[in-house]
Antibody, heavy 117, light 107 residues
Framework: DVQLLQSGGGLAQPGGSLRLSCAASGFSFSNYAMTWVRQAPGKGLEWVSTLTDTFVTFSADSVKGRFTISRDNSQNTLYLQMDGLRSEDTAVYYC???????????WGQGTLVTVSS | EKVMTQSPATLSVSPGERATLSCRASQEINDDLAWYQQKPGQAPRLLIYEASTRATGIPARFSGSGFGTEFNLTISSLQSEDFAVYYCHQYNNWPLTFGGGTKVEIK
């Protein structure tokens, strides 16, 4: 079975940093694009960043220059390094596996990031 | 940026009734559209991709239609487990965008 197990997150001060991890199993991780999507409290879904199987990255303007997506195919793990955190980054962050259609067919359980002083 | 607009924001439906949710793209996206279902405290679940193809394990009562800028998700006969929030998502080009969601609630 495909599983995406997230870790990291928690409370950070404005301007601080956090790193999220997403450990994948049950599929050939290196062959798929992986994505981070976030959801602010009580709000809708927002795409954050995607890293393709060929290591091309795409990021939302709201996080460019602050967040870095990366992957370690030897560890089947996706990362999101979040620097320069702002209060508006407070959200549940989900990792998601790319589908052949570029939709997301499997999602992690989500991890809450709270940015507050 | 391609803006996705969903309507209505809330849909009140009785169990067993049909529900039709709409999603409009601000520019043409061909059929590069997915629908997701999200229940409180859970991650989203892929229902439909390529506008009309059901994802693995999704019941036949869910169907998607549309092309270009106008899309629909239809639930033919609502079951208790279908009351949730539904999001459309375009993956035609960057930045990828989601609609604001439609909440399907019990009437």
């Amino acid at each position: 079975d495909v599983q995406l197990l997230q870790s990291g997150g928690g409370l950070a001060q404005p301007g601080g940093s956090l790193r999220l991890s997403c450990a994948a199993s049950g599929f050939s991780f290196s062959n798929y694009a992986m994505t981070w999507v976030r959801q602010a409290p009580g709000k809708g879904l927002e795409w954050v960043s995607t890293l393709t199987d060929t290591f091309v990255t795409f990021s939302a303007d709201s996080v460019k220059g602050r967040f870095t997506i990366s992957r370690d195919n030897s560890q089947n793990t996706l990362y999101l390094q979040m620097d320069g955190l702002r209060s508006e980054d407070t959200a549940v962050y989900y990792c998601a596996k790319g589908h052949s259609s570029d939709a997301y067919d499997y999602w992690g359980q989500g991890t809450l990031v709270t940015v507050s002083s | 940026e391609k803006v996705m607009t969903q309507s209505p924001a809330t849909l009140s439906v009785s169990p067993g009734e049909r529900a039709t949710l709409s999603c409009r793209a601000s520019q043409e996206i061909n059929d590069d559209l997915a629908w997701y279902q999200q229940k409180p405290g859970q991650a989203p679940r892929l229902l439909i991709y390529e506008a009309s193809t059901r994802a693995t394990g999704i019941p036949a009562r869910f169907s998607g239609s549309g092309f270009g800028t106008e899309f629909n998700l239809t639930i033919s006969s609502l079951q208790s487990e279908d009351f949730a929030v539904y999001y459309c998502h375009q993956y035609n080009n960057w930045p990828l965008t989601f609609g604001g969601g439609t909440k399907v609630e019990i009437k």
